[in-house]
């Protein structure tokens, strides 16, 4: 209630300010005018770029992808926020998270792999498209190498053959299944190098130390 009644007195104040300057300001004549008009314009001209360049401000990072190489990404206020959303979204499911051959589920892993793809996949769709500078990729660059590089080739290979295992065999448990070893090897590599694009994320948008937040509880 303080804080609400500081602001009101401290938009009242400006106010009268700007109200009595524009006052004074339609008494001027001759050069005058046109030397005080000026003078609005420039502070005008000098907060907006200021105010620009804080929100457009670029930055330059090296980022190493994983089955391509390191590239440069150029990300501004809006990007970083965009990086740090789907790091969050994939550093908090199965997906980058260790499945031993005798521990959980290989549905369970897909089922996050899935849900991290359509999340993904959303999070651009409502992000603006960034424009970075020749010569360098964006965020998104990153996210739809990871869903086209990683994802989908994963999931289109083992979801049809683990579909059709449980509808073949609803009753048998999932280590009955003959690719069950051969999918958990294919899972583990594609789950660490998922790691690597959520540390990408990180970097894009300035996460310190990411590396102890996405460590597997074994690993603590």
Same mark, same amino acid.
């Given at each position: 209630?303080?804080?609400?009644?500081?602001?009101?007195?401290?938009?009242?104040?400006?106010?009268?300010?700007?109200?009595?300057?524009?006052?004074?300001?339609?008494?001027?004549?001759? /050069?005058?005018?046109?030397?005080?008009?000026?003078?609005?314009?420039?502070?005008?001209?000098?907060?907006?770029?200021?105010?620009?360049?804080?929100?457009?401000?670029?930055?330059?990072?090296?980022?190493?992808?994983?089955?391509? #190489?390191?590239?440069?990404?150029?990300?501004?206020?809006? #990007?970083?926020?965009?990086?740090?959303?789907?790091?969050?979204?994939?550093?908090?499911?199965?997906?980058?998270?260790?499945?031993?051959?005798?521990?959980?589920?290989?549905?369970?892993?897909?089922? #996050?792999?899935?849900?991290?793809?359509?999340?993904?996949?959303?999070?651009?769709?409502?992000?603006?498209?960034?424009?970075?500078?020749?010569? #360098?990729?964006?965020?998104?660059?990153?996210?739809?190498?990871?869903?086209?590089?990683?994802?989908?080739?994963?999931?289109?290979?083992?979801?049809?053959?683990?579909?059709?295992?449980?509808?073949?065999?609803?009753?048998?448990?999932?280590?009955?299944?003959?690719?069950?070893?051969?999918?958990?090897?294919?899972?583990?590599?594609?789950?660490?190098?998922? /790691?690597?694009?959520?540390?990408?994320?990180?970097?894009?948008?300035?996460?310190?130390?990411?590396?102890?937040?996405?460590?597997?509880?074994?690993?603590?």
């Amino acid at each position: 209630m303080r804080r609400l009644v500081v602001r009101l007195l401290a938009a009242a104040i400006v106010g009268a300010l700007v109200g009595l300057a524009t006052f004074q300001l339609t008494k001027v004549e001759g /050069r005058w005018l046109f030397v005080v008009t000026g003078m609005v314009a420039g502070v005008a001209a000098v907060i907006a770029i200021q105010l620009y360049n804080k929100a457009a401000r670029l930055t330059e990072v090296k980022v190493k992808v994983p089955q391509v #190489s390191e590239l440069t990404f150029v990300v501004n206020n809006e #990007s970083r926020h965009v990086a740090w959303k789907l790091f969050v979204e994939t550093i908090t499911r199965v997906s980058t998270q260790p499945l031993d051959e005798d521990e959980g589920l290989v549905r369970e892993a897909m089922t #996050s792999l899935y849900g991290l793809f359509s999340t993904t996949r959303d999070t651009l769709k409502a992000s603006r498209p960034s424009s970075p500078v020749p010569g #360098s990729q964006s965020v998104e660059h990153l996210a739809i190498t990871m869903l086209n590089r990683e994802l989908r080739p994963f999931l289109s290979k083992w979801h049809p053959r683990l579909r059709e295992f449980e509808q073949g065999a609803p009753e048998s448990p999932e280590s009955a299944w003959e690719g069950n070893m051969e999918c958990r090897t294919d899972l583990r590599q594609v789950q660490a190098r998922i /790691r690597e694009y959520a540390l990408g994320y990180a970097k894009l948008a300035g996460v310190r130390e990411p590396e102890e937040m996405i460590k597997a509880p074994s690993e603590g």
